[in-house]
């Protein structure tokens, strides 16, 4: 029989965390595995330009990203005692960063002392300064379009590809926003708009969020695995969905358990490290399903915060339709989708009774379809004329505002009810706090004054519920000072298992209004720099 | 509307056919040139309720100078796909609300029932009146994800490999109009919450 290899390093998951630790820690040397639960699906096999009528439900059933979405992965997920949220859990190689919108966006120096400037949540046990060369690193290698507009609540890299160009939607936003003191800036996105990295630039198309068939949007698949490849020492082991993390008897990750998705044969990887870079809820579920006698509450979790802390972004916007541009000829406004944004302002304006804060992305939203439709009262000739003309002026606004990272909303697992692999489940408990609910209704009456200085149509899009959490879930496998409260240290290693770390979206303290993914990226550049560094110095 | 719950994945029922074996048979057309209809059986309506379901399309959408309507489009044949692949309950719900305005047209025409049903638009509050909010939906998806909506009558012009964003060559004069009216004609009342799975 013939030896099992036992890896320096098993990652789990080829999303923004896994496909960063993949190439750092092969570029440092290491002999790294990666078990992906999903495969492979090639650029030339994504859907994204496919016109609705070429699709069997006209693309209204999600078909452009079905194939993203492997096995039962969908549906193996109980939402119990919960607001109207929803997580994304995806399974293909590369993750979420296969078809994401690439808003790439440095949290603020105030994000991480929620406790000191706020007096709600915890700080962060590391500062935007120290983790600022990651971000300019991580930057760099992925190749940044958009520029520095010196507001502090954005800070910005020193190396940025050219900023996608206005449309006219936008410069009329602007007049409206520069009227009203609201900054409205170029977004930044981890979209080429000149040839980078070997990777071609941007067709503006209009897809990102279908995925870029050409890999212009930043792609761990395309962008970061191959050089992990490249240095001969890296395993990619798809269609293997993790089960278990296994440990030593001194309780030491020793390797993880997996399931072949495609034979249903259990196989098992030795490894000297492990590193979970599932996104949140899944991550939260492989450490609770891993449980044995030294870790009886789930790996890394004697104090019972695994799988708590569970928060997102919440939502809610408007469609508006800009009486300039009625009646306007069809052009094309595809582009990049967003190529402006507005940045957090409500701290501008002295205290308020909630903490937080919202930032408002721009037109991702689709030119194909005329949203308005469904919103339009009427119907015969005039509606449809109607329609049309209404068509150009297009102009849509979706916010996303910080919720509060609290205890009692958590992802626990449910042992009597498995997936199609006999793995308990992952169930959802959220509860939206007052704070949330101040900081949102606020939002949508800020939301509301910008549109009612905008000549046009407006059909806000917020609910009567308020909802979350955009794709942007984070924080069940807290980093954090207080060891009560937390489970990771600030580089993303576990403090009761020294040789498991969590850098994705799982490891967050707290959350901004910002997008994620940057920060995911680079707290993984900053825990595989320390990685190799623990293990020059013989301590891993 | 929002991000990824816009295009959260809503996980293929049982009925549905896999994405690969699904043969969806509604033809499909190069840009501009009519369509045929020809290759496509029935699944669910009737041919007597498909084609009442023509009629009451045609004249949500109808053809006009610019553009032709949601029969030329063949919406009705969308609306059999999308409702045969539907639970047992959804397909009732359309199956029943046929058999309404079928009976309320018996007693003028099939335009006014679709008057009366289209008169509370806002809030629907009879069986008649929420099935013409499902029913417009469907034919605002049909149509407008169809050869003919997409591009004879909205001539949009993306889905396109540019190889620079031309961005806004004029921003248009501000018009002299009080800033953010609604015109009267917008909906207040959230979509429907029946006629389709949820």
């Not at chain 1, 958009?146 to 050219?162: M, R």
């Not at chain 1, 899944?282 to 030294?294: C, I, T």
């Not at chain 1, 939301?447 to 909802?467: H, R, S, T, Y």
């Not at chain 2, 994945?9 to 049982?14: D, E, G, Q, R």
């Amino acid at each position: 029989m013939s030896q099992t290899p036992t890896y320096d390093v098993c990652i789990i998951g080829s999303g923004a965390a896994g496909g960063v630790m993949a190439k750092e820690l092969c570029e440092g040397g290491a002999k790294v595995i990666l078990l992906e639960a999903g495969r492979e699906v090639p650029l030339t096999k994504f859907l994204s330009h496919k016109w609705p009528y070429e699709l069997p439900y006209r693309g209204l059933r999600g078909e452009k990203q079905t194939p993203f979405y492997q096995g039962d992965v969908s549906s193996s997920i109980r939402y119990q005692d919960c607001d109207s949220v929803s997580v994304d859990r995806i399974r293909v190689v590369g993750g979420r960063t296969v078809h994401w919108n690439a808003v790439v966006l440095r949290y603020a120096a105030r994000d991480f002392k929620e406790w000191s400037m706020n007096g709600i949540e915890e700080d962060w046990p590391l500062t935007y300064d120290e983790l600022e060369p990651y971000y300019e690193r991580i930057e760099q290698m992925i190749g940044v379009c958009g520029q520095d507009d010196g507001l502090d609540i954005v800070p910005a890299g020193k190396h940025y590809l050219p900023p996608l160009p206005w449309r006219c939607s936008e410069q009329i936003l602007d007049r409206a926003t520069k009227a009203m003191g609201i900054p409205l800036i170029s977004v930044r996105k981890a979209v080429l708009t000149k040839v980078y990295d070997g990777r071609p630039p941007c067709h503006y198309c209009g897809h990102c969020m279908s995925g870029c068939d050409v890999g212009a949007l930043f792609n761990s698949a395309v962008a970061m695995l191959p050089k992990a490849q490249r240095t001969g020492t890296f395993t990619l082991r798809q269609n293997a969905l993790a089960r278990k993390i296994l440990v030593d008897q001194e309780g030491l990750a020793r390797g993880v358990s997996f399931v072949d998705t495609q034979t249903k044969q259990e196989q098992e990887v030795k490894a000297k490290v492990v590193v979970v870079c599932c996104a949140t809820v899944e991550s939260a579920r492989l450490l609770l399903n891993s449980r044995s006698s030294k870790h009886p509450n789930g790996l890394a979790n004697s104090n019972g915060v695994v799988g708590r802390y569970l928060h997102g972004h919440l939502g809610g916007g408007a469609n508006i339709y800009l009486k300039d541009l009625e009646g306007a000829p069809p052009f094309n406004q595809d582009g990049a989708t967003d190529h402006v944004y507005i940045p957090r302002y409500n701290h501008l304006g002295g205290k308020k009774d909630y903490a937080g804060g919202w930032g408002f992305q721009v037109n991702f939203s689709s030119y194909m379809f005329p949203h308005h439709a469904l919103s339009l009262s009427g119907y015969g000739a005039a509606y449809k004329e109607r329609v049309r003309t209404m068509q150009p002026g297009y102009l849509m606004l979706g916010a996303f505002g910080k919720v509060e990272a609290r205890p009692e909303n958590h992802v626990s697992v449910d042992p009597h009810q498995v997936d199609e692999y006999g793995i308990p489940i992952p169930v959802v408990h959220f509860r939206f706090s007052e704070n949330d609910f101040a900081l949102w209704h606020d939002k949508n009456r800020s939301l509301m004054e910008i549109c009612a200085n905008l000549k046009g149509q407006v059909f806000p899009d917020f609910d009567e519920a308020l909802g979350g959490f955009a794709s942007h879930e984070v924080g069940t496998i807290r980093m954090g000072k207080n060891p009560k409260t937390s489970v990771l240290n600030s580089f993303c290693q576990a403090r009761e298992v020294k040789n498991l770390f969590v850098t994705d979206g799982s490891c967050f303290t707290t959350s901004s209004e910002k997008n994620p993914t940057l920060t995911i990226m680079a707290l993984s550049l900053r825990a595989a720099d320390y990685i190799k560094e623990q293990k020059r110095r013989g301590e891993l | 509307m929002k991000r990824r719950t816009a295009i959260k994945i809503v996980a293929l029922s049982a009925v549905s056919p896999n994405l690969d074996t699904l043969t969806y048979g509604l033809c499909h057309s190069d840009a501009g040139t009519a369509c045929s209809a020809g290759n496509y059986n029935l699944r669910f309506f009737t041919p007597e309720e498909n084609h009442l379901l023509d009629q009451l399309m045609e004249m949500v959408i109808p053809a006009d100078d610019h553009s032709p309507g949601a029969h030329a489009a063949h919406v009705s044949l969308f609306a059999d796909l999308m409702v045969s692949t539907s639970s047992a309950a959804v397909q009732k719900q359309w199956r029943e609300a046929l058999k309404l305005i079928q009976e309320e047209s018996a007693k003028s025409s099939l335009a006014e029932a679709l008057a009366k049903s289209a008169a509370n638009e806002g809030h629907p509050t009879s069986d008649l009146e929420r099935f013409f909010r499902a029913l417009k939906h469907m034919t605002v998806n049909g149509y407008y994800t169809s050869s003919i909506g997409i591009h004879q009558d909205l001539q949009y012009q993306g889905n396109a490999y540019l190889t620079a964003f031309p961005g806004c060559a004029q921003v248009p004069a501000e018009q002299p109009e009080e800033p953010g009216k609604k015109t009267g004609d917008q909906l207040h009342a959230r979509s429907s919450q029946h006629f389709c799975d949820k």
